[in-house]
């Protein structure tokens, strides 16, 4: 437990600190290295030992996202399909690829080329959620983006507590044996308690903020349940070791692939309004 919060303090204000910065380009920087870091990762659970093609999809994203001609050649609001519907194909290709064989040439296929989507996909959204904050300052601290990670935190941290002190009833007990009911209620309802405040201070009315923290709540537990089972399918115990107390960049973020696409999804839509 004390890597694992030593961990936490020591990577929190950095990633905020690229949240913060209205420019794009430390998250960009940031993303770009995320989708690297992950699609190493998802080589060892998935069992290819070839290189990954991580690295090319990160640059492409750095090209569509970032500032230039490529991205304003996309529509307004095209993006929200695209997020959506390629997280999606790459969860059902981790999914189908983690019970391939190891020699299968599907295999090969989706791990090198379509399994990366299910990280890069939402790495894009909250790039796009980013993109949200209005221009003018060098500093935007009521950022969009805290929607789809900080009531996260909140909800991890009740989870713990309250699973350790009431958890009786276990939640899922073929993939992740130690997560109970209880504790996916004190989720769920931290996520809500979280995102009702930082969603109202940051502009947004209590019905979306309360929308985020139960998509927070609902879609990060399932995410989390998503890596758990494709662990288990691998056989290992963590994506990785860079992160003490927490595993791999994979453990990490798992809740976050889940919920990014949902939130963005939901402050697009009533941003349209």
């Known amino acids: 437990m004390r890597s694992r919060v030593l961990t936490a303090i020591g990577l929190i204000p950095f990633v905020l600190g690229t949240f913060f910065c209205a420019s794009i380009w430390p998250l960009l920087l940031l993303a770009g290295v ?18 990954s093609f991580g690295a090319l999809y990160g640059v492409l994203m750095c090209l569509i996202v970032a500032p230039g001609p490529i991205s304003a050649l996309a529509p307004p ?18 999914l189908y690829a983690s019970r391939l064989a190891k020699d299968s040439v599907v295999k090969w296929i989706l791990a090198d080329l379509v399994s990366v989507l299910w990280f890069m996909m939402p790495l ?18 009521a950022n969009p983006i805290l929607m789809a990670v900080v009531p996260l935190w909140g909800g991890d941290t009740a ?54 923290g139960a998509a927070a709540g609902i879609f990060g537990q399932v995410g989390d349940l998503f890596e758990s089972y494709v662990k288990r399918q691998a056989g290992v115990k963590d994506s990785g070791s860079l ?21 963005y999804a ?8």
């Open 243 to 263: 992160l003490p107390g927490h595993g791999g960049l994979l453990d990490r973020i798992d809740s976050v692939l889940f919920t990014a696409p949902i939130v």
């Open 266 to 273: 939901i402050l697009t839509f009533f941003k349209l309004q």
């Open 124 to 141: 894009w959204c909250l790039l796009e959620l980013h993109k949200m904050i209005p221009h003018g300052s060098s500093w935007v601290f």
């Open 159 to 212: 989870a713990i507590f309250a699973g350790k002190a009431f958890g009786k009833h276990p939640l899922a007990p073929k993939i992740s044996p130690k997560k109970t009911v209880e504790g996916g209620i004190a989720n769920l309802l931290a996520c809500c308690l979280v995102a009702l405040p930082l969603g109202t201070w940051i502009g947004y009315s209590w019905p979306v903020a309360l929308a985020c």
């Open 77 to 94: 609001n095209a993006g929200l399909g695209f997020g959506l519907g390629g997280a999606l194909i790459g969860v059902a290709a981790v």
């Open 34 to 51: 995320v989708a690297i870091l992950c699609a190493l990762e998802l080589q060892t659970l998935l069992k290819r030992p070839s290189p």
